[in-house]
């Protein structure tokens, strides 16, 4: 830009100059062409007068003056009345000089007699003359006179005008008139240069508003390509950082991970990936709001950066996820040395909303070339060795090791299959029994997700359950679960065996906004009654968002559904949610119940808990019952229900009533 108006300012000047030159020359053109016609038309006037009144005077000597010798032509008696009738008739005017020519191009005539007796028959004014035209030319000062042949000291026209004694007779002789117009053409001059004056001066003051518009624009176009600029780096900035922490984003650590492997590929160093997710992030953020999450996000940011190296790169993948990248270093060491730092760092106290709380991330890492060539590969290994950290405990980091593909492999293989065997309906369900603890009569059933595989048969929960939650199956499948129990328990129903049917629900599905209509359309496909319809929720799911939850259990009650919390104390239980929960049982986890009749503690845990939903007017329900002992110590409890394989193993729908039957109009009694 600077350039162009530096070309263009130049340009415009040497524009003003053509102009100007050119319309001098266009000025002073056009009034000397006036000037020679106007003197034209006054010397043909003059030869005219002469022609009238002269002429038949002297026409006579001037018509046979080639025969006098050209040496005595000047003193013929004839010139002199000649040159006083001319004389006479310049009088007043501007005419300085005047030559009178015959016929052949002599000159007969002329006011410098020096100039008599001359021929001037090949003179090209003359030769148009005698043709019956007119013709002019202009001699300035100082210049020579192509044709008189001389140098002029004042501004001169020379006219030569055909004589003739009436309009359309033959040319008689020539007339040369000479008319000083050196006055005039002084005149003109400087008429000329003041209108040039004029013009230039209007010219410059058009290019000077023209430059000052440019001026102008070259300003305003400056701060638009500064703005530009400015917007340019902005947004680059934001599609490359993080806006909550300011730190390069998922698409710049792509970028950067590509560089850093070309360069450890290039000299040979070691580069390590570091994959880092904060626990259990979630449920701080929902129970202490997003704004103490993100300001936990910064404040993570800040002390990771303060334990990686100064040549360590980290970035925000989304949420509570990170990566570093860790350039040139000597090992796995090093890394853990680094991966240390963090874990440290991240565990000291933080100070959230008046609140006091702790965090610790869990860490995976990957080492190139080691554990891959491939940037992409070496990002998924980091992630795979993170995820096994989380398994093992959190708070510890782990390396990436053969064993952790093969088991990403397996689970990918194992995810294949889930997903065939939801197409090809090799999900059933079994049944398990939940008994009254007052007099063991069977009051429900829990249904439990079972896979048959065509290979290996029935394949343990365990193996498969875990997967299907990290995936989108748990939706459709857990829907499957839901209708087909029902179902179930309806055509029990009809059969003459009424039991309360309980059904898991899984966190996605429980987060889904079609949950309650789902459930509501399972109820009127079956035509079960919803009294016989138990939906039983985790813990940590309904802390997770407690305001949210509160919201979908209300209109889960108004369907008629009955609701527990399974697994109870196990999560991280808040009893002023708790008591706004619209539930009807609390599950105890089978951890307490496994030496509840035998250690102090897990007793003193039942018991408070059981206390507890007294006092809220929830039901008790115990399971993993095992032994006898544990039956009769939940009984002094207040337990209401209890389930486990005392009272039967989950069993096929078929099997169920028969293993009802067995103990007696739906009633089992346990002795000790």
Known sequence: MHKLFHYSWIAGLLMIGAAVVALSLLYRQLVFDSLIEGETRSNVALTRSFANSIWPDHAEFILRASKVPPGELASRPEIQRIDRDLRSMMSGLTVVKVKIYDANGLTVFSTDRRQIGEDKSANPGY??????????????RDRFDAWEGVISDRNIIATYVPVRVQDGAPVAAVMEVYSDVT?????????QWKILGGVLGALLAIYALILGILLRYRRLFNEQETARLVQEERIRHQAYHDALTGLPNRASFAEHLEEAVRRARRTGWTLGVMFLDLDRFKVINDSLGHDAGDQLLRIATSRIQRSVRESDMLFRMGGDEFTVLLESVRGP??????????????AEPVQLHQHEIRVTTSIGMALFPRDDPSGIR???????????????????????????????ENQLLLGAALRRAAKAGEFVLHF??????????????????????????LVPPADFVPLLEETDLIIPVGDWVLQTACRQAREWQERGLSLRVSVNISSRQFRSELLVDTVAAALRSSALAPEFLELELTESLLVENAEHAISIMTRLKNLGVTLSIDDFGTGYSSLGYLRQFPIDFLKVDRVFIRNVDKNAKDAAIVRAISALARSLGIGFVAEGVEEAGQAEYLETCDCVEMQGYLFGRPVPAAELPEMVSRFGSQTMRLRA
């Not at 005698?130 to 202009?138: E, L, N, Q, V």
């Not at 990436?400 to 990403?408: D, I, L, P, S, Y």
Request: no cysteine.
């Open 183 to 191: 006055h005039l053409v002084e005149k003109m001059e400087r008429s």
């Open 378 to 408: 070496l990002v998924k290994s980091a992630d795979t060795a993170m995820y096994r950290a989380k398994e093992l405990g959190r708070n510890r980091f782990e390396f990436f090791t053969a064993e952790m593909n093969q088991r990403v």
């Open 127 to 140: 030769r148009n003359a005698r043709a019956g035209t007119p013709a002019s030319d202009i001699t300035y």
């Open 432 to 457: 398990q029994p939940r008994v009254s603890a007052t007099d063991r009569k069977v009051v429900g059933v829990e249904a439990l997700l079972r896979w048959r595989h065509p290979e290996r048969g």
């Open 333 to 346: 060491e090093e890394a853990a040395v680094v991966a240390q730092r963090i874990l440290d760092v991240i």
